[in-house]
């Protein structure tokens, strides 16, 4: 009974570390899509240059030698977000611009054709480059914080319960990005043109809000913000140029299950997504996890279409 509950009670901990991570993963995506209506296939791929740019800022650039190896990799992980949105924006200018914002608002549906068409050509790109550019071997962001852990307890009946350390620590740096850009949505001037952009594109242009920069500022944040979840994933997980097709999915199954254009809603669905994913391991092989989260997906949106914190559409 007691190692039962000590189990139990280790796979929550660790869901709950490991969702943090997904859920600010998630809302990268979830702020793309919620202000422009764009399905971005490259989300996976700009995530994995956050990997490296926090991978090559830690070993290359100064940052270990600088910080040390407890500290440097959250150091360069938090880098490495700025750079990313800024790839982001210049690539929403040159080429995400040309198939959505106000270009295509006469298209209607028609124009999601070429954003898919793009974005899948863009997150291809991004992938052999990455091989050509970085190899196939296996990266890893080394920090001895990923092989110690903090004990809590014992609570009761002598169970305790181990953090690992580096696991914690991105907890707390998905939990305070996810909180700043809270208050950046909802109390600054530029998160009132965000809103505005995604609620009605066509009332914020004739209130003097520049929509097309507004979906620049967008599409940056949410590059920049899941690369910050990429590199924070990279101190517990080796990386390669392909990893981003392993956790696309994932950010859609958790922007869907928050509920299409949330953006809290995402990160509860990417915390969703961490607690199954780890909790599933109790009673399954570690092979079936994905399984596992695809059938509590499918059952939640049997029950919830329109996700936690979406709106349900009325029909005429």
Not at 175 to 188: D, F, K, Q
Not at 212 to 219: E, L, P, S, T, W
Not at 297 to 305: A, M, S, V
Request: charged share 10%.
């Amino acid at each position: 009974m007691t190692a039962a509950l000590e189990g139990f009670l280790q796979a929550l901990t660790a869901g709950l570390l490991i969702g943090a991570v997904y859920g600010l993963m998630c809302v990268g995506l979830g702020l793309i899509f919620g202000v422009m209506r764009v399905i971005n296939f490259a989300q996976g791929d700009f995530m994995m240059l956050g990997m490296y740019s926090a991978f090559y800022f830690f070993t290359a650039l100064g940052v270990q030698a600088t910080f040390g190896n407890a500290i440097g990799p959250f150091v360069a992980i938090l880098l490495a977000g700025p750079v990313l949105a800024v790839f982001g924006y210049a690539v929403h200018l040159a080429l995400i611009s040309r198939v959505s914002g106000t270009r295509t608002t006469s298209l209607e549906g028609e124009g999601h054709y070429a954003q898919l068409i793009l974005t899948l050509g863009i997150a291809l790109i991004l992938q052999n480059g990455g091989l050509i550019v970085f190899g196939s071997v296996l990266a890893s962001i080394r920090t001895p914080l990923s092989s110690s852990a903090w004990e809590l307890g014992p609570l009761f009946h002598d169970v305790s319960v181990f953090v690992n350390k580096a696991r914690g620590i991105d907890a707390v740096v998905s939990l305070v990005t996810m909180i700043l850009l809270t208050l950046l949505i909802t109390r600054s001037r530029l998160g009132k043109s965000l809103r505005a952009a995604a609620d009605n594109p066509t009332a914020a242009t004739y209130m003097g809000i520049d929509v097309d920069r507004a979906h620049r500022v967008a599409f940056a944040l949410g590059t920049g913000i899941t690369a910050i979840a990429g590199g924070l994933l990279a101190t517990n997980y080796p990386f390669h140029p392909f990893v981003g097709v392993e956790y696309v999915i994932v950010m859609y199954a958790g922007v869907v299950l928050g509920g299409m254009g949330s953006i809290i809603g995402a990160f509860w669905g990417g915390m969703t997504i961490g607690l199954v994913q780890q909790m599933s391991t109790l009673v399954l092989p570690t092979q079936l996890q994905n399984a596992a989260i695809f059938a509590v997906f499918l059952l939640i949106i049997f029950f919830r279409p329109q996700g936690f914190f979406g709106r349900m559409v009325e029909r005429t």
